[in-house]
Structure formats: C-alpha cells, structure tokens
C-alpha cells in the first residue's frame, strides 16, 4: 500500500527527517511513535501528500506520488486519503451532516449523493441525532466521530490520523481505538497512526519506533483485538 524509500525533510538549517524507509501492506494498522520532535508528524505529512519530501520516493498502491502535478495531487488526496486529526479540524459554521460531506462536495460529487452517504456514516457511527448540531454543540468524542466520518466519506484506502485520541478523556479514547480497528476490519482500510498514546499503539498490528528522523525500531504485535 505504501513505499516510502529514502525520505529527507529539512527546514532551514534543521533536518527533520534523515533517510526513512517505511512499508506498509493494505489493511495493516501501523502507529509511529516516539519523543515530540521525532519527525513523525512531518512523515505523516508527505505520506498523506499534504508536505513535499526533499528527496526520496512516496509510492501508494505502486503509483508514484511525487510525479503529479499541484492539481492532480490533491485530486488524489481527496479521493485516497482521509484524514484524521487531533482537534477534529471542523467548521464552526457549519453542521456535522454538512462537516461529513465537505470532500464530496470538494471532489464535485452530486449533493444529494454526497448527502446520504453522510447520513449512513453518521448513522454506522452512532450520530444521526446529532447530524443537525453544529461543533459547539457536541462533546470531544462526537467531534472526533464526526471527524471520522468526513474521512471516510470519499471511499479511501488509507486513513492518516494524528494523534487521533490526544484530546479525548478515557472512555472516549476507548471507543475512538475499538473504532479504528472495527473499520479497517469493516472497510479494509490501511491505518497509519501517529500516537503517544501507549494502548493505542501496542493495539496496532506493528508500531514504528523514531528518534531524531529516523527509524529506530520495528515491533510486530502478535494479539487479539478488543476479545
């Protein structure tokens, strides 16, 4: 699913990334992990195409990444790539029915289309009641659900979340982990999870150990999920 060969990041005087190299197979859940300042944010960024490495190859399902143009690439990331933050990232103004189909709208999808699937994720997720209520009106772990639901809106094959529970209390975090896996396991989704959260990360199939852009260490976790 994804190749990330040699991959340099600096700014300025300051190298962020040193060389990565990262694997990931469809369907895999991977958290990154390590001190602030590792470099896993600014991977997780040219990984999800929204930074460009200074040198080094991206590929995701074989296709080159790098090669496209401004234009193409974000057509690519919009229809491919969901994204998951730590502050949910959602517009005050508008609703979360209307939040969720935002990339539908974006990826000029017929409205009415784009406003059922929103509803039937909003629904899998727990949150048709709340689909009229702004983000002011709804708790930590709805926003977090809401946020969930825009990144699977356009069908993508790999979820790209920052620190997805950083801002969640216990029960919700909880929840917010049992639904990452429940949807790779739903959708076949590859997961790629930046985390100091150390349940969420000793849950992933493999974590990914960085210090000081580059990879220190790879773990493979052999357990059940949620018995």
């Known amino acids: 699913m994804i190749e990330a060969t040699g991959i340099t990041k600096n700014f300025g005087e300051l190298k962020v990334l040193k060389g990565v190299d990262l694997s990931v197979r469809q369907a895999e859940v991977v958290s990154i992990v390590g001190p602030s300042g590792a470099g896993k944010t600014t991977l997780l960024q040219i990984l999800g195409t929204l930074d460009k490495a200074d040198s080094g190859q991206v590929l995701l399902k074989g296709k080159d990444i790098s090669k496209l143009s401004p234009k193409a690439l974000a057509a690519y990331r919009n229809e491919h790539i969901g994204f998951i933050f730590q502050f949910h990232q959602l517009l005050p103004e508008f609703t979360a029915l209307e939040n969720v189909m935002i990339p539908g709208l974006i990826a000029r999808k017929r409205e009415r289309e784009t406003k059922e699937r929103s509803k039937e994720l909003l629904a899998y997720l727990n949150l048709s009641e709340r689909a009229h209520h702004k983000p002011n009106e709804l708790s930590g772990g709805e926003k977090q659900r809401v946020a969930v639901a825009r990144a699977l809106l356009n069908n993508p094959d790999l979820i790209l979340a920052d620190e997805p529970s950083g801002s969640l209390d216990s029960k919700n975090k909880e929840e917010l982990h049992k639904l990452l896996f429940d949807l790779r396991d739903k959708f076949g ?39």
């Open 189 to 227: 989704l590859t997961i790629v999870i930046v985390t100091h959260d150390n349940e969420l990360a000793q849950l992933s199939d493999r974590r990914i150990r960085m210090k000081d852009g580059i990879v220190l260490q790879e773990t493979k976790e052999n357990h059940s999920f949620f018995p």
